[in-house]
């Protein structure tokens, strides 16, 4: 039901457009003269409450005196006519509105955008918009927007939140020969979110690769489900990922998780493959439309030049596809298909000799080759050959392979028009062609990348089920009833160890007598720290003593800390001191979590120390996370041979690691309600099989 009235949106075979314009300046006058232009083959009715006829056709003073059904309705008229129009749309029983006028949420005009949504929903319309440039489909022939043509064809469907970034992209598909099928601008996306459009996109036939340019998901969620589910590659640029987030942390976490972070993470979890720039959206989109995904690491590369061959060698390295030599055998048998004085090691070096036959015998014996996962082709102009021909050669290999279709190939060419030529014969061929070595390779990788995501994404998710979420509640609760938002370091040392976090055994004391009594209980040496809502950062304020090995000790620290406290913060509400045990050393890293505005509860995960605090070498999830996501997350920085055991150092006990990040996953899930950021910042790893220890706590309520 809900696709077909995306359907009547997206493919309609009747549309209005309100707000049509006999004046060739006005943008009602643009979208019904494109819609001719274009070609669109349904009914056309502009309604213009004063003219006869705009662009030659018969115009209609309101919507009701149109004598068919009309599944669309283009709207451009001022803001403050839109939800008058919107119900007589419903009226008409219109299936979708496309709503290019401005002046709604987009400036601060959020009521009016929710009163036109709410009024065009009780009459089961969907809304492309408002603050839209339109949309446009070339198998419907439709160009339903203010943007000049209809973009060269190709087998795509770009989605943009940017209007006038739209038009240009829409334009650029001419210079840069990468068509689309459709463009479809989304603007506020008061409806009508990616979601919706990724989910209806993956059932339209003639759209075989999504692709994307967000400045901001209002849910988060829901966009990474309908991702997930779809069944073709969706392709995203994200913008605006500079300064989002990082402002007004309270905790290390909080600090550290940008947007391009989160949204990096989520894109990952939803099988979402990144384009890093307009360029590369460019590139990847041609790649991913045109090509399946690559379903082995085994990438050869045919080159007629080492110079290309190289930096194509060091391209695969990059985007984490390094080139393997062939097995030798293989090698043997490429040998034939080949010049004698070249190389069949990977790069296959067929010199710059290497004409017609040799492109096309080789490409034909490696694309064909079982041991090949996908193969990138490359040719440095010569004198001696002609780009066409090798261009022809390669195709025409590829297609006697039989395994077009079946792994990927992109071909890179270096040189001048000819080449270009070349190219643009491969593209109409659905041969995805670029002009440098390095394109080429991070079009395939993507495409591997692709497959290694879906992979994942079709993993099994384990859930933890040792949790105790009423006794997190009681800890939490008693912050709340005092007034707090944040937990002291014995409240959310509790909330942790209610989810099975292996926290060090902490008392508070409120007397020096009472220090000493505890720590006798739990046995010296100890560690000793102020307990104080008002005191985040222990340390800094002088409430750190650790490795106190006796009573004398004890008694001193006591004193000092209160008076470092004191010093530190004059009104500071003491609880007392924490009297906890001293852990032995251990590798020191880091979980934590924020509550996404986009996302929800989100998981990090870095080595601890030096590593957090400079070099920022962390890794998120947004929650749950399994047991053999956490396990990636561990292998995943930078510092993981650190935890795998490095210079005769033991392997850290990673098993455990993992189950306590999918825990404290789950923890951040089930109290999503209350908990806003949180870390466990040292805890430190042992060897394989002796676990670990959350040795500080950090919890920060959400505001209520
Ligand atoms: N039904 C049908 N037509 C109506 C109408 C109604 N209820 N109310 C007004 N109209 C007609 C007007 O008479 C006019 O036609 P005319 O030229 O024959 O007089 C036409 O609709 C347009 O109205 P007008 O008042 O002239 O507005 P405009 O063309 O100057 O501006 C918008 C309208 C929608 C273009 C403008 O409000 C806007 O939002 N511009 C920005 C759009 C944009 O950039 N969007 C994309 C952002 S990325």
Redo the contacts with the bound molecule.
């Keep these: 039901m809900e696709s077909k009235v995306l359907d009547g949106l997206m493919r309609p075979k009747s549309i209005a457009i309100?707000?049509?314009?006999?004046?060739p300046t006005?943008?009602?006058?643009t979208v019904v003269n494109n819609i001719i232009k274009g070609g669109y083959e349904g009914s056309i009715y502009p309604?213009?409450?004063?003219?006869d006829e705009i662009l030659g056709l018969k115009s209609y003073k309101?919507l009701q005196e149109i004598p068919g059904e009309v599944d669309a309705a283009v709207?451009?008229?001022?803001?403050k006519?839109v939800l008058?129009?919107v119900d007589?749309a419903g009226k008409k029983g219109v299936k979708g509105l496309i709503i290019?006028?401005?002046?709604f949420g987009e400036v601060g005009n959020k009521e009016l955008e929710a009163t036109v949504v709410a009024k065009a929903h009780e009459y089961g319309m969907r809304i492309l918009g408002?603050?839209?440039?339109g949309t446009l489909s070339n198998s419907e022939k439709l160009n339903a927007s203010?943007a000049p043509l209809l973009p060269l064809p190709g087998k795509g469907a770009l989605v943009s939140q940017?209007?006038?970034l739209?038009i240009a992209m829409d334009m650029a598909t001419f210079t840069r020969r990468v068509g689309f099928e459709k463009l479809i601008?989304i603007?506020n996306m008061s409806d009508v979110d990616f979601a919706d459009l990724v989910e209806w996109l993956d059932k339209d036939e003639t759209t075989s690769c999504i692709t994307l340019y967000i400045e901001g998901i209002k849910d988060g969620r829901k966009f990474m489900n309908a991702a997930k589910k779809a069944t073709k590659p969706v392709i995203a640029l994200k913008a605006g990922v500079s300064a989002h987030g990082a402002a007004a942390a309270a905790s290390h976490t909080g600090s550290l998780a940008g947007a391009a972070k989160v949204y990096g993470a989520a894109f990952q979890q939803a099988g979402v493959v990144q384009a890093t720039d307009l360029g590369n959206l460019f590139d990847l989109s041609l790649a991913l439309s045109l090509q399946p995904p690559m379903k082995g690491d085994n990438l050869v590369i045919i080159t007629n030049g080492g110079g290309v061959g190289v930096l194509a060698t060091d391209a695969a390295e990059r985007f984490d596809l390094p080139l393997k030599f062939a097995p030798k055998d293989v090698q043997e048998e490429l040998k034939k298909h080949m010049p004698v004085f070249g190389s069949a090691k990977n790069p296959v070096d067929l010199t710059g000799m290497a004409g017609y036959d040799w492109y096309h015998d080789s490409t034909k014996f490696v694309f064909s080759h079982d041991w090949a996962d996908g193969l990138v082709v490359l040719y440095c102009e010569t004198a001696m050959t002609e780009p066409m021909e090798i261009a022809q050669g390669i195709k025409k290999a590829l297609d006697e392979s039989g395994m077009l279709g079946k792994k990927p190939v992109t071909v890179s060419f270096v040189g001048g028009d000819k080449s270009e030529k070349a190219m643009q014969w491969l593209v109409e061929n659905e041969i995805p062609a670029y002009g440098a070595p390095d394109l080429a390779v991070h079009a395939i990788s993507a495409l591997r990348e692709y497959d290694r995501m879906k992979e994942i994404i079709s993993e099994p998710e384990e859930t933890i089920t040792t949790a105790n979420k009423e006794i997190a509640l009681k800890a939490i609760k008693a912050a709340r009833d005092d007034g707090r938002d944040s937990l002291t370091e014995i409240e959310a040392k509790q909330v942790f160890s209610a989810y099975g976090l292996p926290v060090t055994t902490t008392y508070l004391a409120k007397s020096e007598e009472d220090a000493i009594k505890l720590a006798k209980e739990i046995g010296f040496p100890i560690v000793m720290k102020i307990v104080s809502p008002d005191i985040l950062h222990k340390s800094d304020a002088g409430g750190v003593k650790v490795n106190i090995k006796d009573e004398a000790g004890c008694r001193d620290a006591y004193k000092t800390i209160l008076t470092n406290a004191k010093a530190y913060k004059a009104d500071a509400n003491i609880h007392g001191v924490a009297i906890q045990e001293m852990a032995p050393w251990g590798t020191e890293v880091i979980l934590g979590s924020v509550n996404d505005s986009t996302f929800g509860p989100t998981m990090m995960f870095g080595l601890g120390g030096i590593f957090v605090e400079v070099l920022k070498d962390v890794t998120f999830r947004v929650a749950p996370v399994s047991k053999k996501s956490a396990l990636r997350m561990i292998s995943e920085i930078r510092g993981a041979p650190i935890l795998a055991g490095v210079r005769g150092e033991a392997p850290r006990d990673r098993v455990k690691l993992s189950e306590t990040i999918s825990s404290y996953a789950q923890m951040i899930v089930d109290l999503s309600e209350e908990i806003s950021e949180s870390d466990a910042n040292p805890v430190l790893v042992y060897e394989e099989g002796k676990g670990l220890k959350v040795a500080d706590a950090r919890i920060i309520l959400k505001k209520k």
């Design positions: 309100i707000g049509a314009s006999t004046d006005k943008i009602g006058y309604v213009n409450p004063k003219a309101s709207i451009t008229v001022p803001s006519f008058e129009v007589e290019i006028t401005s002046g408002p603050n839209i440039v203010f940017s209007g006038a739209l601008s603007g």
